[in-house]
């Protein structure tokens, strides 16, 4: 399948060109039409599935047909957890649509309020937030939503599992009924899922990757070895391997801030990214990085999300995350848009529980390499895998007729895995198909260019 196929017009057509892409990525070419015809989408995507664009694309389309923003007002929102998710959505929204004359820009925490506040005055077409700020620009005017349109969420288990579920219903409450809704994940929770049933509506279901499971294009490896000697031993791997571009997570803040000083001392260029750290700080160590003047970054996991690094080769666990989940976030950085990549984890015996329940998860034993010299003293044993439960058969003829045991749950199997059941739909909202479509502010443009704007504005 060509982008060409999709229904993308050609401002939008010519900068997918520019950026190289070929072809449409699973999630483009099931999220795109859907987008396009207004419906709402749920869609199971990680980090390195091209998901951004495949939100992207089609609300630029739809966006580029209708009337423009008034002051203050935004038409399309795409909330995200974290400021560097948001900068780097910005960053797509503006290459993707670079030929069109669509106003975006984005508003995150951490920096002053007074230069977003002018950027909104003139009114977006797409405005990219993360939630606290949003509200405190709302709260203070600078940001309307009468003509808001489409809703996205993205990386919305994130959201949730950084507590914003309070934030995202009082945004939820601000916005006009009657909208698209777009809620990217990537994984889905029974919490999500509970989520979705107030924010989507009828929504097409998409889902790239079977849930929870690690791209096959990212090579694992659990590296045994004493807690004490894990930074002697990442120091020998980046020496020995001559890694260029590192990402290394840590769990703690503190345990960044210490590793990357210890890198320092052996001459290893390394910067910490970590929500301590100011805006300015973690922009810069990004920047840095991508442009190869730090060869390795230590990050916790949630400055780590989001960040959109081209083919990155390494990704190294220095200590596992306690919720396992995070270890599938955590190596989605490599092995991106196809690139083949590395992840090793450097596992000490006190690790066991953390270790047992990722290879739980994504039900694989992750292949064990003890390095030369860096023999670990105390034992890791292996994991054993708990099958995941199969159906139970149904008898075919029982005898005498049972008392259904376990109906409560109808959210999900007790691996969280979705039932087949759709969320129930909503009183808020019309059916897509008897929504209004975008209208053409004169009507009569079908060419979906707009021939009273200004040439491309695009704020940041
Ligand atoms: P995302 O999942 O949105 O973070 O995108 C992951 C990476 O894939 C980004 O660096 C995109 O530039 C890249 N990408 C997105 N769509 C495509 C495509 N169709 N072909 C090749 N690369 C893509």
Redesign the pocket.
Known sequence: MS?NALGLSTPILDA?QQ???????P??QQAIPAVLEGRDVMAA??????????FTLPILERLSKGPSPKANQARALILTPTRELAA?VAD?VATYGQHLPLKSTVVFGGVKINPQMMRLRGGVDILIATPGRLLDLHSQNAVKFDQLEILVLDEADRMLDMGFIHDLKRIARLLPKDRQNLLFSATFSNDIRKLAQSFVQDPVEISVTPRNSTAETVAQQVYPVDKNRKSALLIHLIQEHKWFQVLVFSRTKHGANRLTRQLETKGIHAAAIHGNKSQAARTRALSEFKDGKIQVLVATDIAAR?L?I?QLPQVINFDLPNVAEDYVHRIGRTG???ATGEAISLVSADEIKQLSDIENLIQKQIPRHIEDGFEPETDLPETRLNHRPKKPKKPKKPKKPKVPQDQTSDEGDANGRPSNKKPAPSRRRKPASNRKPPQNRSGQNPSGKRPNRSPKNTQH
């Open positions: 982008f997918i950026q190289g892409y070929e072809t449409p990525s999630i483009q995507a990680q980090t390195g599935t091209g998901k951004t664009a495949g780097q797509s989001g959109d081209d991106r848009a196809g």
